[in-house]
């Protein structure tokens, strides 16, 4: 970054960049009429690859709209309740699912599959879901899944029209004007902060919480990752991750969608193997993920499979200290960390490739560091006990506004007068930001221990483990630190780990690479695996819970 009078970066300029941004007319469209748009004036030919069986299935941008189009009226037929359940990976029946439920008026809840099935039934009944969008092989790959009584096999329904409808239909998507098309489609122009979409919070530390998503987040999302200029028009976006995940919600499902840019999709990030000979194939050039996901492609990918990359872009978790350098030895792509959450919808920064201005090369990211923060988004941190305002650059609780931030969760008012407050948002993670506007997260406030009125990082302890052990390429989270409450102490560090360790010999590399014996494990238990959600995250009940047998 070039340098920069510390000023510019005071909570007053931010909290005015953002009240600029909040002004922009776009961002009180209706998504669906973005999608509209979006899809009836795309140029690509290909805009979407899906690669969930063997057989490549190619859809132009005039066929997607036609089938979403279809199955929209479809919907609003037969589904008379506001909120649609959908259970379905990353493809074409996701995909068309999601934007028909959008074009219908109604609100998507794209529910996760791999939750624990108590979970996934408190989430249906605090949404009011009765019906749920998936397929029916997909149906039987889940049968412990609570499935509603009303469950719609989109493929059955698509296969039910006939050629003649959808030929006809696709040549009025090419000759009608945007304007007619929502005429004719009843498809709403003013979004603004009406709910647009429901997803539920993995519930690593706790019940599921439902998160509201307006028109007005949305798209704002949108807009503040189109203007960083990081996915240009040529991009090939490389879609893995569960729609259930806000990561893949907003930037592998409704961004090209809404932008026109090409997508390639498969329905699972773990495999690893398959990925890395589609990403070959289809000549990708960018893929988002999270540290977790992208750690098994050391193991299993040859590198000259990842050639077409140009970016990675890893969220969700903290990227361990070394891995970015690790992953740009082994493969040719820069490695950009970013931050989010699904409550900011959920991109809130990102580190950026540098760019020419004149002789000089300006660098956009930094070591450490989360990244910039998006345009129209104001930071401030506050001191964890006192709740006081800080400093920008003193490390505290980190709250956020912005067009992008949820307006709160759902049905829960005692949760949201906790967490929002002036429109400032709370996210429990402990941050700061530099002189130069770079944010930085030390981890959420969930995952310290106060031991002997000191507060104890588990993230940093994980990440020293895992480098004294050579662990880095390992799969999964290969150890963690949890804690357990001490009547000395306040509380003690428990090692969980999936692979044997000497304790001693640890204790004694940790001691000598400074850490206090505050921060030094002095329980371990060997456990098969540590347990992780499917957004990437370590699942921190299941984890407690273990520690606790």
């Given at each position: 970054?070039?340098?920069?009078?510390?000023?510019?970066?005071?909570?007053?300029?931010f909290?005015?960049?953002?009240?600029?941004?909040?002004?922009?007319?776009?961002?009180?469209?209706?998504?669906?009429?973005?999608?509209?748009?979006?899809?009836?004036?795309?140029?690509?030919?290909?805009?979407?690859?899906?690669?969930?069986?063997?057989?490549?299935r190619?859809?132009?941008?005039?066929?997607?709209?036609?089938?979403?189009?279809?199955?929209?009226?479809?919907?609003?037929?037969?589904?008379?309740?506001?909120?649609?359940?959908?259970?379905?990976?990353?493809?074409?029946?996701?995909?068309i699912?999601?934007?028909?439920?959008?074009?219908?008026?109604?609100?998507?809840?794209?529910?996760n599959?791999?939750?624990?099935?108590?979970?996934?039934?408190?989430?249906?009944?605090?949404?009011?879901?009765?019906?749920?969008?998936?397929?029916?092989?997909?149906?039987?790959?889940?049968?412990?899944?609570?499935?509603?009584?009303?469950?719609?096999?989109?493929?059955?329904?698509?296969?039910?029209?006939?050629?003649?409808?959808?030929?006809?239909?696709?040549?009025?998507?090419?000759?009608?004007?945007?304007?007619?098309l929502?005429?004719l489609?009843?498809?709403?122009?003013?979004g603004?902060?009406?709910?647009?979409?429901?997803?539920?919070?993995?519930?690593?530390?706790?019940?599921?919480?439902?998160?509201?998503?307006?028109?007005?987040?949305?798209?704002?999302?949108?807009?503040?990752?189109?203007?960083?200029?990081?996915?240009?028009?040529?991009?090939?976006?490389?879609?893995?991750?569960?729609?259930?995940?806000?990561?893949?919600?907003?930037?592998?499902?409704?961004?090209?969608?809404?932008?026109?840019?090409?997508?390639?999709?498969?329905p699972?990030?773990?495999?690893?193997?398959?990925?890395?000979?589609?990403?070959?194939?289809?000549?990708?050039?960018?893929?988002?993920?999270?540290?977790?996901?992208?750690?098994?492609?050391?193991?299993?990918?040859?590198?000259?499979?990842l050639?077409?990359?140009?970016?990675?872009?890893?969220?969700?978790?903290?990227?361990?200290?070394?891995?970015?350098?690790?992953?740009?030895?082994?493969?040719?792509?820069?490695?950009?960390?970013?931050?989010?959450?699904?409550?900011?919808t959920?991109?809130v920064?990102?580190?950026?490739?540098?760019?020419?201005?004149?002789?000089?090369?300006?660098?956009?990211?930094?070591?450490?560091?989360?990244?910039?923060?998006?345009?129209?988004?104001?930071?401030?941190?506050?001191?964890?006990?006192?709740?006081?305002?800080?400093?920008?650059?003193?490390?505290g609780?980190?709250?956020?506004?912005?067009?992008?931030?949820?307006?709160?969760?759902?049905?829960?008012?005692?949760l949201?007068?906790?967490?929002?407050?002036?429109?400032?948002?709370?996210?429990?993670?402990?941050?700061?930001?530099?002189?130069?506007?770079?944010?930085?997260?030390?981890?959420?406030?969930?995952?310290?221990?106060?031991?002997?009125?000191?507060?104890?990082?588990?993230?940093?302890?994980?990440?020293?483990?895992?480098?004294?052990?050579?662990?880095?390429?390992?799969e999964?989270?290969?150890?963690?630190?949890?804690?357990?409450?001490?009547?000395?102490?306040?509380?003690?560090?428990?090692?969980?780990?999936?692979?044997?360790?000497?304790?001693e010999?640890?204790?004694?590399?940790?001691?000598r690479?400074g850490?206090?014996?505050?921060?030094?494990?002095r329980?371990?238990?060997?456990?098969?695996?540590?347990?992780?959600?499917?957004?990437?995250?370590?699942?921190?009940?299941?984890?407690?819970?273990?520690?606790?047998?």
């Open positions: 970054m070039l340098p920069m009078d510390q000023e510019i970066f005071s909570p007053t300029i909290e005015n960049g953002e009240h600029l941004f909040e002004q922009r007319v776009d961002l009180n469209r209706n998504l669906g009429y973005a999608v509209l748009e979006g899809l009836a004036t795309a140029k690509q030919r290909e805009l979407l690859v899906d690669r969930t069986l063997e057989k490549r190619v859809f132009s941008s005039r066929k997607l709209l036609a089938a979403a189009l279809i199955f929209s009226q479809y919907l609003r037929r037969e589904v008379s309740e506001s909120r649609v359940g959908i259970v379905l990976t990353p493809g074409i029946g996701a995909t699912a999601n934007i028909a439920t959008i074009f219908a008026d109604k609100v998507p809840v794209n529910l599959f791999t939750a624990p099935r108590e979970a996934t039934m408190t989430s249906i009944k605090k949404a009011g879901v009765k019906t749920v969008l998936s397929a029916g092989p997909f149906q039987e790959r889940f049968p412990d899944f609570p499935w509603p009584d009303r469950t719609i096999h989109i493929d059955k329904v698509m296969k039910s029209i006939s050629k003649g409808q959808f030929l006809s239909l696709m040549m009025r998507c090419m000759w009608a004007s945007v304007e007619r929502a005429e489609y009843n498809i709403p122009q003013k603004g902060h009406r709910e647009a979409a429901l997803l539920f919070t993995s519930g690593s530390s706790g019940e599921p919480k439902g998160v509201v998503l307006t028109h007005r987040n949305i798209l704002a999302n949108i807009a503040q990752i189109e203007s960083i200029g990081l996915i240009p028009q040529e991009t090939r976006i490389f879609g893995c991750l569960p729609l259930f995940h806000s990561f893949g919600f907003t930037v592998t499902l409704w961004y090209p969608m809404v932008q026109g840019v090409h997508l390639v999709t498969v699972s990030p773990l495999e690893f193997k398959k990925n890395a000979r589609v990403i070959r194939e289809e000549d990708v050039t960018l893929f988002l993920g999270t540290p977790t996901f992208f750690r098994g492609y050391f193991k299993h990918a040859d590198p000259k499979d050639d077409s990359l140009k970016y990675v872009v890893a969220g969700a978790e903290k990227t361990p200290e070394g891995f970015h350098e690790k992953w740009m030895e082994r493969f040719s792509s820069l490695y950009l960390e970013g931050y989010g959450l699904t409550e900011t959920p991109v920064s990102v580190n950026l490739p540098p760019f020419q201005l004149g002789s000089v090369m300006v660098p956009r990211m930094r070591k450490g560091s989360v990244g910039l923060l998006f345009p129209g988004m104001a930071a401030r941190t506050l001191h964890p006990e006192t709740k006081e305002v800080n400093p920008l650059n003193k490390t609780l980190l709250q956020l506004r912005g067009p992008n931030v949820f307006p709160g969760y759902l049905d829960s008012p005692e949201n007068a906790e967490v929002l407050k002036e429109g400032w948002f709370l996210t429990g993670d402990l941050g700061r930001l530099d002189d130069d506007g770079f944010l930085y997260i030390e981890g959420r406030l969930s995952r310290f221990s106060k031991i002997g009125g000191e507060m104890v990082p588990h993230g940093t302890i994980e990440q020293a483990i895992v480098a004294i052990l050579g662990l880095e390429e390992e999964g989270m290969p150890c963690m630190v949890t804690a357990q409450s001490s009547t000395t102490k306040g509380e003690e560090l428990i090692l969980l780990t999936a692979c044997d360790v000497d304790m010999f640890l204790q004694g590399e940790l001691k690479c850490f206090p014996n505050l921060w030094i494990p329980k371990m238990k060997r456990v098969p695996e540590i347990p992780a959600l499917a957004s990437g995250k370590l699942d921190l009940q299941a984890c407690q819970a273990l520690a606790a047998d």
